[in-house]
């Protein structure tokens, strides 16, 4: 029966996480451009040049910082963009004392002490196997501490399948959404979408992505997830060598990312240490 469950919720998991995209992350300013630069003025504009096409463009960032914890009533914070192909890009870029972050372009100390940080990365690529997308570039800005990404491996009871749970949090609030499309978008500027990547898989040599899906907003532990490498409508199973999870971080906070190599051979109280945590936390989508 607990595998009958966890076949039903894995199915569920891949019609959302299929064709899973994000219009509320931490801004994407471009797509597939090259000699990103970020500099930031007194007034607290960021402006970000780069190159898209042959052709220089200048876009100027304000009015957001952080991230708001998940609310029915009040929007997430987003930024101001103004977009330009001319103009002059002003401002400094003070050495980075900050935490050390995934995917890292550029990361910048403003002259009133807070953070902003340019990242580029692979979001979106085809599900169970894909290994190309466009390279987003990503701007962030904040103070203090970034979100926590924390995934923990364990099996498929009673079946020989990797099994991975985690959380997403910003100091210490779970971060998730309240409405997605069908297939896993967020409909609002809280829900996340977590990217996972294997490597030397079934897929092949190298990173691949394996899936993406959403943080969930039930039970006791809100911001949890769950994934379970089975084979997928005809894909064998993409349990590699070592994976990877990348989110964007809530509101204008960066994105971050967890890397670690696999579990290796099974281990029964592991397992049971494992189901432990991932019940105590009470989602009912999430019942290995």
């Known amino acids: 029966m607990r595998f009958r469950r966890s076949i039903v919720l894995l199915a569920l998991l891949v019609v959302a996480a299929f064709a899973a995209s994000s219009a509320f992350g931490s801004a994407i300013i471009a797509r597939n451009v090259s000699r990103p630069n970020l500099t930031i003025d007194r007034q607290g504009h960021a402006y970000v040049t780069f190159y898209s096409r042959g052709q220089r463009r200048v876009v100027t960032a304000w009015g957001a910082i952080n991230a708001r914890s998940p609310s029915t009533s009040l929007p997430q914070v987003r930024f101001r963009l103004h977009y330009a192909s001319r103009g002059k890009a002003v401002g400094v870029c003070l050495p980075y004392d900050g935490p050390a972050l995934a995917w890292l372009v550029q990361a910048c100390t403003a002259p009133d002490g807070s953070y902003w940080a340019l990242q580029s990365w692979e979001r979106l690529k085809p599900n169970y196997g894909g290994t190309q997308g466009a390279k987003e570039l990503h701007l962030s800005h904040w103070t203090g501490s970034i979100a926590q990404l924390v995934i923990y491996q364990s099996w498929v009871e009673g079946r ?92 204008v906070t960066p994105d971050v990312m967890w890397a670690q190599h696999d579990i290796g051979s099974f281990n029964a109280s592991i397992l049971r240490q494992e189901l432990a945590v991932e019940r105590s936390w009470g989602d009912p989508k999430c019942q290995n």
Do not use: M
């Not at 959404?177 to 829900?191: Q, R, V």
């Not at 394996?210 to 084979?231: A, I, K, M, Q, V």
């Open 160 to 251: 020989p399948y990797r099994h991975l749970f985690g959380r997403l949090t910003y100091n210490g609030v779970g971060v998730y959404g309240f409405s997605a499309t069908p297939h896993g978008s967020p409909l609002d500027g809280y829900g996340r979408n977590i990217y996972l990547d294997t490597f030397n898989s079934a897929y092949g040599k190298g990173w691949h992505r394996e899936n993406g899906f959403l943080t969930h907003h039930r039970g006791h532990t809100l911001g949890d997830f769950c994934y379970g490498f089975f084979p997928h409508f005809g894909h064998p199973s993409g349990q590699g060598k070592k994976y990877r999870a990348t989110v964007e971080g809530p509101g």
